[in-house]
């Protein structure tokens, strides 16, 4: 079985954080490190990630989603050997049980990427979540001429490979979409293992306008 570490984006999280890292620490094939990325906190997530036995890094201010994961990338590469990264966010709407699909999946096909799929159900999932979805998913899926079954989930295992092969920039929920293009651009193809729909009562912290308007900026400047 290949070696794998976690990566975990976290925002005011520690009414999640504690019993995420347990649960990640009692999987049958544990990861080799997790790196929670704080990003910015003003309650007590740093503090209950290191007393779950993960390594923290803290942005000193609200940096975005995805800043904190181009952050936990270049650690990743320059001080770890493992082949995979697996990415999840930390308010327990990507579930630890689903990490064994995710790594049978990669000795099933070798895959360089793989990204969990809800059902997307507008019983299971908000109505705007679902729409935005559907509507990045479909772009990104023209856009790279790969079926993306769900553009915005950010549970995803990614070999080293490709986070070696390709740039990023951006600093919101857009980063996400922004990985898919750029894979793609790479020629990676772009897997899905379904996972379970969960929302939990947390506040999100997406911007639906905002956000959208950044993904339809993001979009358009690939055909400038």
């Keep these: 079985m290949f070696k794998y570490e976690i990566l975990i984006p976290a925002y005011n999280s520690a009414a999640s954080i504690g019993k995420l890292l347990e649960e990640a620490h009692l999987l049958k094939n544990p990861p080799q490190n997790i790196m929670v990325v704080d990003d910015g906190s003003t309650d007590a997530t740093a503090a209950i990630a290191r007393n779950g036995n993960a390594f923290v890094l803290r942005n000193e201010r609200n940096r975005g989603k995805g800043f904190s994961l181009r952050t936990g990338f270049e650690y990743f590469l320059k001080n770890s050997s493992c082949s ?18 995710f790594l049978l999946a990669v000795e099933r096909d070798s895959s ?20 935005s979805n559907r509507t990045t998913s479909a772009l990104l899926s023209m856009l790279t001429k790969q079926k993306i079954k769900d553009s915005q989930c950010g549970f995803r295992l990614i070999h080293r490979r490709v986070l070696q092969a390709i740039k990023l920039k951006e600093n919101g929920f857009q980063l996400e979409s ?6 793609a651009k790479k020629g990676f193809p772009i897997s899905f293992v379904q996972i379970p729909t969960i929302y939990n009562q947390e506040e999100s912290n997406i911007n639906h306008l905002g956000d959208t308007f950044r993904f339809i900026r993001l979009f358009i400047k690939e055909f400038v």
């Design 112 to 131: 360089s990427i793989i990204i969990g799929s809800r059902s997307m159900k507008w019983d299971e999932m908000p109505f705007l979540r679902v729409l």
């Design 178 to 183: 922004e990985f898919i293009i750029e894979a």
């Design 84 to 101: 995979y990264l697996l990415c999840l966010d930390a308010d327990l709407q990507h579930p630890i049980s689903s990490i064994p699909d």
